[in-house]
């Protein structure tokens, strides 16, 4: 028997050739931007505790209704309130000085009132020297008395010498100022030897014997 023949053989397929594709090489060009940097500074709210219980908030008084009158007191009236007194301290009022020389005439007029003072001071001491012999007269017949007598007695002849002590400082004082006018030198401060003032004198005080300044620093000590 005779062979198969072979299949003839397939034309061969031509080469492509290929195609080599160049690369390109792209080159990213970064570009640094600064940006600022802004800084938020965040404040917490800190919350104060709640009050325990319930509580209502204060009422405003701008949401508080005018009063509303009722019928039976329309025609009352209300006053209106009384002006109060200022009793607030007022500055120390000094007397003003006057550094003039003292006329005859005005040291005439202190001589007739320190004679007058010096008659009725010595009519008030005399009255006291009294009440006090009084009083040791009724102490001494009341002897033997309860204990509470007795100790009223005491208070009452104590408070009495005070006041007879009293009224010798006042008959010194006004014989004092006689004298200053017999040896002229009544109105010099008996400290510095400066001028008392005249109106001190003649309207506050008239038996002082220091200026304002030498007082007020024996005052202090």
Same mark, same amino acid.
């Not at 080599?20 to 940006?35: P, R």
């Given at each position: 028997?005779?062979?198969?023949?072979?299949?003839?053989?397939?034309?061969?397929?031509?080469?492509?050739?290929?195609? *080599?594709?160049?690369?390109?090489?792209?080159?990213?060009?970064?570009?640094?931007?600064?940006?600022?940097?802004?800084?938020?500074?965040?404040?917490?709210?800190?919350?104060?505790?709640?009050?325990?219980?319930?509580?209502?908030?204060?009422?405003?008084?701008? %949401?508080?209704?005018?009063?509303?009158?009722?019928?039976?007191?329309? %025609?009352?009236?209300?006053?209106?309130?009384?002006?109060?007194?200022?009793?607030?301290?007022?500055?120390?009022?000094?007397?003003?000085?006057?550094?003039?020389?003292?006329?005859?005439?005005?040291?005439?007029?202190?001589?007739?009132?320190? +004679?007058? %003072?010096?008659?009725?001071?010595?009519?008030?001491?005399?009255?006291?020297?009294?009440?006090?012999? +009084?009083?040791?007269?009724?102490?001494?017949?009341?002897?033997?008395?309860?204990?509470?007598? *007795?100790?009223?007695?005491?208070?009452?002849?104590?408070?009495?010498?005070?006041?007879?002590?009293?009224?010798?400082?006042?008959?010194?004082? *006004?014989?004092?100022?006689?004298?200053?006018?017999?040896?002229?030198?009544?109105?010099?401060?008996?400290?510095?030897?400066?001028?008392?003032?005249?109106?001190?004198?003649?309207?506050?005080?008239?038996?002082? *014997?220091?200026?304002?300044?030498?007082?007020?620093?024996? %005052?202090?000590?």
């Amino acid at each position: 028997a005779a062979a198969p023949a072979k299949k003839a053989a397939a034309p061969a397929k031509p080469k492509l050739e290929k195609k *080599t594709e160049s690369k390109v090489k792209v080159e990213k060009v970064v570009e640094k931007v600064e940006t600022p940097v802004v800084e938020t500074v965040v404040e917490a709210k800190v919350e104060a505790p709640k009050p325990r219980g319930r509580r209502k908030p204060p009422l405003d008084p701008a %949401d508080i209704p005018p009063p509303v009158k009722l019928e039976h007191q329309g %025609d009352i009236h209300v006053p209106a309130g009384f002006k109060q007194a200022d009793t607030r301290p007022k500055e120390k009022v000094r007397v003003q000085e006057d550094e003039s020389m003292w006329t005859g005439a005005e040291l005439k007029a202190m001589r007739k009132k320190f +004679e007058a %003072d010096l008659v009725e001071r010595k009519l008030q001491h005399e009255k006291e020297l009294r009440k006090l012999a +009084e009083i040791i007269d009724a102490a001494e017949e009341g002897s033997g008395h309860e204990t509470a007598d *007795t100790g009223n007695a005491t208070l009452s002849r104590e408070m009495q010498l005070t006041m007879v002590e009293r009224a010798e400082e006042k008959v010194s004082e *006004t014989e004092g100022a006689l004298a200053r006018l017999d040896r002229k030198i009544y109105g010099l401060c008996s400290e510095c030897g400066k001028s008392i003032g005249k109106l001190r004198l003649q309207e506050a005080f008239p038996y002082a *014997t220091m200026c304002v300044t030498c007082k007020e620093a024996y %005052d202090r000590y």
